[in-house]
């Protein structure tokens, strides 16, 4: 009989396995509420999602595809980018097309972000710009706003050494607010070549101003800009989980040799492809978003209720700094009657809602609830 004693494991970190180091100080992303208080929503508008559901054209493809769910997908997404490539003018060679933009940009930071990097974004920017510079290993850099907007001199004033990626959500969600185009040509101006720019352009459709561009025109001419978008919001795909970005073909070869093989499904592929050739139907999306943002937005503001411009399809909602009369107050309330926004505090907005712009009869109530709410 052996009598050699199994050795005692003294170090409690090599009892069972270990997330590397940093892992477990990211913040994981909390999506918004999906119920209402009892467990009832009437209206959801915690998402940004769209109020008038997806293109019928684009279900229509989708059924298709279910005769066929026994193969594989392209892998390579062809016929999406080529749509893609055809309705905006873009070389197809030059897109990457994802589960949704969040792969898209987890993929670029993965690509180009290591331990002692750097990579910055702004104070209230998207959370998953955090969450992917950490699981890249690198380190992130928070510039401030400026009126809950991006401050292009504060970032270029944190630029060290060691900044190898710059994020932008243009326009930028939770906020609503955006960055005219010259600013952004600052911005590329102003960091060295070495850089990368990341557009996130989640919310470009929805914008309706004469000094906006999405990025397109950048990432098509610079070798450090790459635009991110969306099939989530005025498509109305976020089911099936969709997103594609532009930019140089030595970035587009680098982002191509680690994301997944199959990393888009077939039914998203076939969706895709017929909601972004429907124009019609993007159009009615902007419409509804054009009349019933500013309405929202005065009547929140016949309140007494600070509302912060918005060109998305939400808004950002301040609450007075009253006992009973806060964000987390106007939450709970809401919640009771089906109504079912989004709390920031994790965005650094500890007394503020957002509020997706809905359907009239949503929108309406959650106006009149809040009328109610605040007395």
């Not at 119920?35 to 989708?62: C, D, F, I, R």
């Not at 933009?101 to 990097?117: H, V």
């Not at 918005?310 to 009771?336: C, M, Q, T, W």
Request: charge should be negative; include cysteine; charged fraction near 20%.
């Amino acid at each position: 009989m052996n009598d050699v004693s199994t050795p005692q494991v003294s170090d409690e970190n090599l009892r069972r396995p270990q997330p590397r180091p940093g892992v477990m100080d990211i913040a994981a992303y909390v999506p918004g509420k999906s119920k209402g208080s009892k467990g009832v929503t009437v209206h959801k508008l915690s998402s940004n999602e769209t109020p008038l559901g997806a293109s019928e054209k684009a279900k229509a493809a989708l059924a298709a595809v279910a005769e066929h769910l026994e193969l594989y997908p392209d892998g390579a997404s062809t016929a999406l980018r080529e749509a893609i490539g055809g309705v905006y003018g873009l070389n197809p060679e030059r897109i990457i097309c994802g589960a949704g933009s969040d792969e898209i940009l987890s993929l670029i930071a993965y690509a180009y972000l290591g331990p002692g990097d750097e990579a910055i974004y702004s104070e209230h920017g998207f959370l998953v710009y955090d969450i992917a510079i950490k699981a890249a290993g690198a380190t992130p850099v928070v510039a401030p706003e400026k009126n809950l907007t991006t401050d292009v001199d504060a970032i270029l004033e944190r630029v060290t050494e060691k900044t190898r990626m710059v994020f932008i959500a243009n326009p930028n969600n939770p906020t609503g607010t955006y960055l005219p185009f010259e600013e952004v040509r600052r911005l590329h101006a102003g960091l060295p070549p070495h850089v990368l720019l990341v557009l996130d352009a989640a919310y470009a459709e929805y914008v309706r101003r004469n000094d906006y561009e999405s990025g397109m025109e950048l990432a098509a001419t610079a070798e450090n800009v790459i635009m991110t978008r969306t099939f989530s919001k005025i498509y109305g795909l976020a089911n099936l989980r969709l997103g594609w970005g532009f930019g140089p073909a030595h970035v587009m070869d680098a982002l191509n040799r680690i994301r997944g093989p199959f990393n888009v499904n077939g039914p998203a592929i076939a969706a895709g492809i017929e909601a972004v050739k429907d124009k019609a139907f993007v159009e009615r999306a902007v419409d509804h978003n054009e009349k019933w943002l500013p309405w929202v937005t005065a009547e929140l503001e016949k309140l007494g209720l600070e509302v912060t411009p918005s060109v998305g399809n939400f808004v950002l909602i301040h609450f007075p700094d009253v006992d009973g009369k806060r964000a987390a107050d106007a939450d709970a309330y809401l919640l009771e009657r089906g109504c079912v926004l989004r709390l920031v505090g994790n965005y650094g907005l500890p007394n503020s809602l957002r509020m997706s712009i809905g359907s009239e009869v949503a929108n309406k109530d959650v106006v009149a609830h809040l009328a109610e709410f605040i007395g």
